[in-house]
């Protein structure tokens, strides 16, 4: 599986932004995919998480509310919709596949994208 993140921005707290994650290769919809991020200095967390199946979803509690995942296995797309954006989420978020596991753990991921760059101003 190839991952390809998308989206990123320079972006005003409060603001939104809706980062995409592409997958090519096959089976897709055996894959959970999780987003993480990572600020200069700091180690990879994760931000949100979705089942193969799009059923299950997790967040990180500094996103919850805030944060919104999705899937559409027709289209191998995973999506991260970001709302009330705050300076504090900025990061390179980065997309990764996990076959069939929902975690948290990154180096539970096999597959990872490129990143994408992520900037609120305040």
């Known amino acids: 599986v190839q991952l390809q993140a998308s989206g990123g921005g320079l972006v005003q707290a409060g603001g939104s932004l809706r980062l995409s994650c592409a997958a090519s290769?096959?089976?897709?919809?055996?894959?959970?995919i999780g987003w993480f991020r990572q600020a200069p200095g700091k180690e990879r967390d994760f931000v949100a998480g979705?089942?193969?199946?799009?059923?299950?979803?997790r967040y990180a509690e500094s996103v919850k509310g805030r944060f919104t995942i999705s899937r559409d296995n027709a289209l191998n797309t995973v999506y991260l919709q970001m709302n009330s954006l705050k300076p504090e989420d900025t990061a390179v978020y980065y997309c990764?596949?996990?076959?069939?596991?929902?975690?948290?753990?990154?180096?539970?991921?096999?597959?990872w994208g490129q990143g994408t760059q992520v900037t609120v101003s305040s």
């Open positions: 990764a596949a996990n076959k069939w596991l929902l975690t948290s753990t990154p180096a539970s991921y096999d597959y």
């Open positions: 290769g096959r089976a897709f919809s055996t894959y959970a």
């Open positions: 979705i089942s193969a199946s799009g059923g299950d979803s």
